[in-house]
Nanobody
């Protein structure tokens, strides 16, 4: 079983950058598709990005394309989310998630089996 721990959140001004990390325990990290979601206060958790097991296939929600980059280092059991040109609407708790399947459900919360505890990102205007 893989356990996920996010880090790297914080307070940043609009236009700034943050890099989130999600460290996974266990020896089967490379067998999981990894995703990032976020949840703003009073809103549902929404998909941000996903990366295939090899790191070759990437998938983003339209609102972050060109600003966010998802990547992974299977040797370090870690997935990253580099966030540039941050906007106040990017504010929320960011969660990493894992699933063994690259499927049409990657944009859905229900498409993932494992979740981290989340890290807060606040973008001030």
């Amino acid at each position: 079983q893989v356990q996920l721990v996010e880090s790297g959140g914080g307070l940043v001004q609009a236009g700034g950058s943050l890099r989130l990390s999600c460290a996974a325990s266990g020896r089967t990290f490379s067998g999981y598709v990894m995703g990032w979601f976020r949840q703003a206060p009073g809103k549902e958790r929404e998909f941000v990005a996903a990366i295939s097991r090899s790191g070759i296939s990437l998938y983003y929600v339209d609102s972050v394309k060109g600003r966010f980059t998802i990547s992974r280092d299977n040797a370090k059991n870690t997935v990253y989310l580099q966030m540039n040109s941050l906007k106040p609407e990017d504010t929320g708790v960011y969660y990493c998630a894992a699933t063994p399947r690259w499927s049409g459900s990657l944009r859905s919360v229900d498409g993932y089996d494992l979740w981290g505890q989340g890290t807060q990102v606040t973008v001030s205007s």
